[in-house]
């Protein structure tokens, strides 16, 4: 069955990096692209992009450029968001979750990490 | 960049029938997509493009969509059935193509 399984949640301060992971499982990784979605606490979700797994080509969305980055290592088939120079309005639950074939949606979810910013 | 409204919350008594509206400018001419996210999880897609449903999830739910508006209707609600529910859309002409809408609180009371 497919799933997606992201490490856990993180602590970090202002001006710190933090890398999440995405492991994906029971299909072929580099046959559906994988995106990014931020949900503030209390708040509604938020595209932040995606990653072409076949190509490794990220494409981010308006206000996740810069400081955000979409990795891939495809041995290993995981996913990585790595957010740099860490803001408190950055603290959020970071999901990922792999892009429906044919569609422009979201089919199958990891279980989000929780990303707190905080001095 | 392109807009989807929904109200808040839409309340229903088990049984019942529950409809959420998403409104856009002619949303009638896109593609949507409908997420249900209960408390402490993640979304779930439970309809895809206006109207199909994924595998696993009951045909209480369904959408249309039409005009300047996409519903999504859930028949003969459950308890279980508490939830946000967001919609989505891909926009192609807008510089931030992939769109949610603010999200529904669906209360079964």
């Known amino acids: 069955q497919v799933q997606l399984v992201q490490s856990g949640s993180e602590l970090k301060k202002p001006g710190a990096s933090v890398e999440v992971s995405c492991k994906a499982s029971?299909?072929?990784?580099?046959?559906?692209?994988i995106d990014w979605v931020r949900q503030a606490p209390g708040q509604g979700l938020e595209w932040m992009g995606w990653?072409?797994?076949?190509?490794?080509?990220?494409t981010y969305a308006q206000g996740f450029t810069g400081r955000f980055v979409f990795s891939l290592d495809t041995s290993v088939s995981t996913a990585y968001l790595q957010i740099s120079s860490l803001k408190a309005e950055d603290t959020a639950v970071y999901y990922c979750?792999?892009?429906?074939?044919?569609?422009?949606?979201?089919?199958?979810w990891g279980q989000g990490t929780l990303v707190t910013v905080s001095s | 960049s392109y807009v989807l409204t929904q109200p808040p919350s839409v309340s229903v008594a088990p049984g019942q029938t529950a409809r959420i509206t998403c409104g856009g400018n002619?949303?009638?001419?896109?593609?949507v997509y409908w997420y249900q996210q209960k408390p402490g999880q993640a979304p779930v897609l439970v309809v895809y493009?206006?109207?199909d449903r994924p595998s696993g999830i009951p045909e209480r739910f369904s959408g249309s969509n039409s005009g300047n508006t996409a519903t999504l209707t859930i028949s003969r609600v459950e308890a279980g059935d508490e939830a946000d529910y967001y919609c989505?859309?891909?926009?192609?002409?807008?510089?931030?193509?992939?769109?949610f809408g603010g999200g529904t609180k669906l209360t079964v009371l």
């Open positions: 979750a792999r892009h429906c074939s044919g569609g422009s949606c979201s089919d199958y």
């Open positions: 029971g299909y072929t990784f580099t046959s559906y692209a």
């Open positions: 990653i072409n797994t076949n190509t490794g080509n990220p």
């Open positions: 002619n949303i009638g001419s896109k593609s």
């Open positions: 493009e206006d109207s």
């Open positions: 989505q859309v891909w926009d192609s002409s807008s510089e931030h193509p992939w769109v």
